[in-house]
């Protein structure tokens, strides 16, 4: 099984807060998304424009697909989901193929 990195980009919904939606994001991710097999970790970013994008990274294919299945009809993702514009969510899967890290003690 492959690594699996998620990529979900979004603008939220009409009336949400960043702080709402910053705050909502924080208990889905410790309450339903920290738990569930194969995650590995998550980022959460906005462009200039309010554009949200979140990476995921999964430990296989099987492992993302399993989340989204209990993420539709979990309770304690539905706040989250309210934050969004769903007519904007758009997420794509993609395999690791390559992976680099920086060390902390590099130096040239």
């Known amino acids: 099984m492959a ?12 009336g949400v807060t960043e702080e709402a939606f910053i ?3 924080k208990t889905m991710e410790r309450e339903f998304l920290g ?6 970790d998550r ?3 906005k462009s200039a424009d309010g554009g949200w994008i979140v990476v ?5 294919a099987e492992d993302a697909q399993a ?10 993702t539905k706040a989250f989901t309210a934050c969004l ?3 904007t969510f758009q997420m794509v899967r993609y395999t690791l193929e390559d ?10």
């Open 3 to 14: 690594k699996t990195i998620e990529i979900v980009t979004f603008r939220l919904a009409e």
């Open 23 to 25: 705050a909502e994001t």
């Open 35 to 40: 738990k569930l097999q194969g995650f590995i």
């Open 43 to 45: 980022d959460t970013g």
């Open 56 to 60: 995921l990274h999964w430990a296989s």
């Open 67 to 76: 989340s989204m299945n209990k993420f539709v009809d979990a309770p304690g």
């Open 85 to 87: 514009d769903m007519s």
């Open 99 to 108: 992976f680099y890290k920086l060390e902390a003690n590099v130096s040239v």
